[in-house]
């Protein structure tokens, strides 16, 4: 089955800095890349998401990129604000499957 | 985005009762929808997989008596924890899919802390 690592699992960086996540799939047949952002005490949002047929897609300050060669995908935040604290889950799923295969999860602060 | 409403956001029950959790999404059908839990800092597990009209599909080492799932209709997902106790206190969260379109997008609600005592 699939399995997503995903990393660092901690993120510090200053207001205005860029942040990286990136996370790596295994089964190729994946081709489904979300991005969740959860707050403290709440469920998972839907941030950004990608599908195979593209290699990166923006959204404002954020942008997810995918190399389907090398199976890994990241999420780019640029500027980031305080309000960006969060915990950040990647997740993989492929069209023939119902569920998503989360990953481990990164926690990003940061300081004004 | 669509709307996923999650009832209720925290619940604290006595051990040996049982506990009802409702999801529902607002502005879309669901074909499908999911139940999570998710320990303190870690990330979500899969407890089941719930279709419209049909019976749920468990993950592995997930008590289907223990965790009922209903899926009535395209709008309401429940899960009763039955006979709870304190080791059954996480946070549970519900997340459903769109009936049309590509349907592969998934929306979570916005999760129940169950404790136990």
């Known amino acids: 089955g699939e399995n997503v690592e995903q990393h660092p699992s901690t993120l510090s960086v200053q207001e205005g800095d860029s942040a990286v996540i990136k996370c790596t799939y295994s089964d190729s047949a994946s081709n489904y890349f979300p991005w969740y952002k959860q707050e403290l005490g709440k469920g998972p949002q839907l941030i950004i998401d990608?599908?195979?047929?593209?290699g990166e897609k923006k959204d404002q300050r954020i942008a997810v990129t995918l190399n389907k060669t090398a199976k890994h995908f990241s999420l780019h935040i640029t500027e980031t604000q305080p309000e960006d604290s969060a915990v950040y889950f990647c997740a993989a799923k492929n069209t023939g499957f119902q569920k998503l295969v989360f990953g481990t999860g990164t926690r990003l602060l940061v300081s004004p | 985005g669509a709307v996923v409403s999650q009832h209720p956001s925290r619940v604290i029950c006595k051990s040996g009762t049982s506990v009802k959790i409702e999801c529902r999404s607002l502005d879309f059908q669901a074909t499908t929808m999911f139940w999570y839990r998710q320990f303190p800092k870690q990330s979500l597990m899969l407890m089941a997989t719930s279709n419209e009209g049909s019976k749920a599909t468990y993950e592995q080492g997930v008590e289907k008596d223990k965790f009922l799932i209903n899926h009535a209709s395209l709008t309401l997902s429940t899960l009763t924890v039955t006979s709870a106790h304190p080791e059954d206190s996480s946070f549970y969260i519900c997340?459903?899919?769109?009936?049309?379109?590509?349907?592969?997008?998934?929306?979570f609600g916005q999760g129940t802390r169950l404790t136990v005592v």
């Open positions: 990608i599908r195979s047929n593209v």
């Open positions: 997340s459903a899919r769109f009936l049309q379109g590509f349907g592969t997008e998934a929306f």
